[in-house]
């Protein structure tokens, strides 16, 4: 059975620095897309960066590149979400899910299993 259990996020201000973390379980971590999402009081979700199963290529969105990285360790089945330089407008609830299609697609209907769900609030 797959589960996703997030990590991390927060409360910071403009232009720190937050981390978010997903923790996978129930299949082969290190052949899946992983990725993450985000969903904005009052907007629908969004796709914000994604990585493959063997660390790369890698995928974001415009409005997080050069701020947010990605990264995985496939050793302890974990997803990260380095998010540098924030913004208000980036308080999120923010998901990490999986994707095991082998063309990157970020439509959310082919991401069938996701995290909890995490808070991150970034004030002015």
């Known amino acids: 059975q797959v589960h996703l259990v997030q990590s991390g996020g927060g409360l910071v201000q403009a232009g720190d620095s937050l981390r978010v973390s997903c923790a996978a379980s129930g299949f082969a971590f290190n052949t899946v897309r992983m990725g993450w999402f985000r969903q904005a009081p009052g907007k629908v979700r969004e796709f914000v960066a994604a990585i493959s199963g063997g660390g790369g290529p890698t995928y974001y969105a415009d409005s997080v590149k050069g701020r947010f990285t990605i990264s995985r360790d496939n050793a302890k089945n974990t997803v990260n979400l380095q998010m540098n330089s924030l913004k208000p407008e980036d308080t999120a609830v923010y998901y990490c899910?999986?994707?095991?299609?082998?063309?990157?697609?970020?439509?959310?209907?082919?991401?069938?299993?996701w995290g909890q769900g995490t808070q991150v609030t970034v004030s002015s």
């Open positions: 899910a999986t994707q095991f299609i082998r063309t990157f697609e970020p439509r959310q209907g082919t991401w069938p299993y």
